[in-house]
């Protein structure tokens, strides 16, 4: 069965403190891997993709990796504003459909 | 203006109403997405459509029915709510997969649920 496990479910973190999420999957002829940012109360909204082991993506503070069985979301010196919940999400086989973690909730607190 | 809106956001209800929730969207996508999200639960697909004419069922699909009424607007109806169905519901839209992208999914501000 595919599946889609993040770790930790929470993270406090203090300013400039840098650390890194974990995606860990298991899933049939993965066709990428995607990140989403979700605020409280509003929409995921749309970080990275990455399709293939090796790849790796950044914006801003976030770099977003992929190995052959986990991604990592790394966070390089966090602001307050970087606080949200950060999820994961796989598309494989032949599907449009996404198969979602159940995310990790970050806290940068000044 | 957002690209992806629903109506309502918030919506309280009692057990055994009929109750529909709407997505209109501005993207020109002509994939559309139903999701629940519950704590400690993640997002979970409902109902999903590639276009007018195709209508799909996701993992939790009992108990709710959808509407493809145009390529822009996506409706999701509980027929008989019950309390179980309390959630926060999600709309999304994507575009067709291309040889460099998958067609990443955009979402909407989402509705949030109570049944009573």
């Known amino acids: 069965e595919d599946q889609v496990t993040q770790s930790p479910e929470a993270l406090r973190l203090q300013e400039g403190e840098s650390s890194s999420l974990n995606c860990s999957y298991t899933?049939?002829?993965?066709?990428?891997l995607f990140w989403y940012r979700q605020d409280p109360g509003k929409g995921p909204e749309f970080l990275f993709t990455?399709?293939?082991a090796g790849e790796e993506k950044e914006k801003e503070r976030l770099k977003a990796t992929l190995t052959k069985k986990e991604s990592f979301l790394h966070i390089t010196a966090p602001k307050p504003e970087d606080s949200a919940t950060y999820l994961c999400?796989?598309?494989?086989?032949?599907?449009?459909?996404?198969?979602f973690g159940t995310g990790t909730r970050l806290q940068v607190f000044p | 203006d957002a690209d992806v809106t629903q109506t309502p956001r918030n919506r309280i209800t009692k057990t055994g109403k009929r109750i529909m929730l709407e997505c209109s969207q501005t993207?020109?996508?002509?994939?559309m997405y139903w999701y629940r999200q519950d704590p400690g639960l993640g997002l979970r697909l409902i109902y999903y459509?590639?276009?007018?004419?195709?209508?799909n069922k996701g993992e939790i699909s009992d108990g709710y029915s959808v509407s493809r009424q145009a390529q822009a607007k996506f409706s999701l109806s509980l027929e008989s709510a019950i309390p179980n169905q309390t959630a926060l519901y999600f709309c999304?839209?994507?575009?067709?997969?291309?040889?460099?992208?998958?067609?990443?999914?955009?979402f909407g501000p989402g509705t949030r649920l109570t049944v009573l």
């Open positions: 999304a839209t994507s575009g067709p997969w291309t040889g460099v992208s998958l067609g990443e999914q955009f």
């Open positions: 899933v049939s002829g993965l066709r990428g």
């Open positions: 990455l399709y293939s």
């Open positions: 999400a796989v598309q494989a086989g032949n599907t449009d459909k996404l198969i």
């Open positions: 993207k020109g996508h002509d994939r």
């Open positions: 459509s590639f276009d007018v004419k195709d209508i």
